[in-house]
């Protein structure tokens, strides 16, 4: 049972607007795709936006971040606290001027060279967020790994190895004092 509740974390609505301008400062760099800009922003954009911000989720609890973003790749995510090697807050230019930030998530994997990250963007106060993840994690760190199923009677068979070992040493001993 957890003794905190879980963290639900809201999105500014600005995102839908930023979401929109981004697809359009995508297609303007690309040159090939730029005369498709205003049929973006006026047509299918406005909607793909409006759906994006219906679907961001993120909630955190005592173990693990949960999140979901995306349409048409559509990513739901659950990252335990425990693989979250860092957390970085990020404000550039453009999410600047919509009053957004950027949180990355970095994880580690279970191999060497399987580091991921992964972005929400607009999370309403996202310094909060950032220190709550690294508070709870860090929490988690900190308490004993749990027993596995079986690890008591192992324990307690090593325990009663090592007592009758050292009641031999001891016997030795009286044997040459």
């Not at 006026?42 to 793909?48: A, M, R, Y």
């Not at 990250?117 to 308490?143: F, K, P, T």
Request: one cysteine or more; proline letters at 5%.
């Amino acid at each position: 049972m957890s003794d905190h509740a879980p963290y639900v974390a809201s999105f500014n609505p600005l995102v839908r607007r930023y979401m929109l301008i981004y697809v359009a400062w995508m297609l303007l760099i690309t040159v090939v795709l730029s005369p498709l800009i205003l049929v973006w922003v006026l047509g299918p954009g406005q909607w793909w936006a409006a759906e994006y911000f219906r679907k961001l989720k993120c909630e955190l609890d005592d173990k693990v971040l949960s999140f979901r973003k995306g349409i048409l790749f559509q990513v739901e995510k659950t990252i335990p606290l425990e693989n979250i090697q860092d957390v970085t807050f990020i404000e550039g230019p453009l999410l600047r001027q919509f009053n957004l930030s950027l949180l990355r998530i970095e994880t580690a994997g279970m191999s060497q060279g399987q580091a991921h990250s992964m972005q929400l963007v607009g999370i309403v106060d996202a310094h909060a967020l950032r220190a709550e993840i690294l508070r709870r994690r860090e929490r988690l760190r900190a308490q004993p790994a749990p027993l596995a199923a079986g690890d008591d009677d192992r324990q307690i068979k090593l325990l009663e190895e090592i007592r009758d070992r050292l009641e031999e040493i001891a016997g030795l001993m009286r044997q040459r004092g």
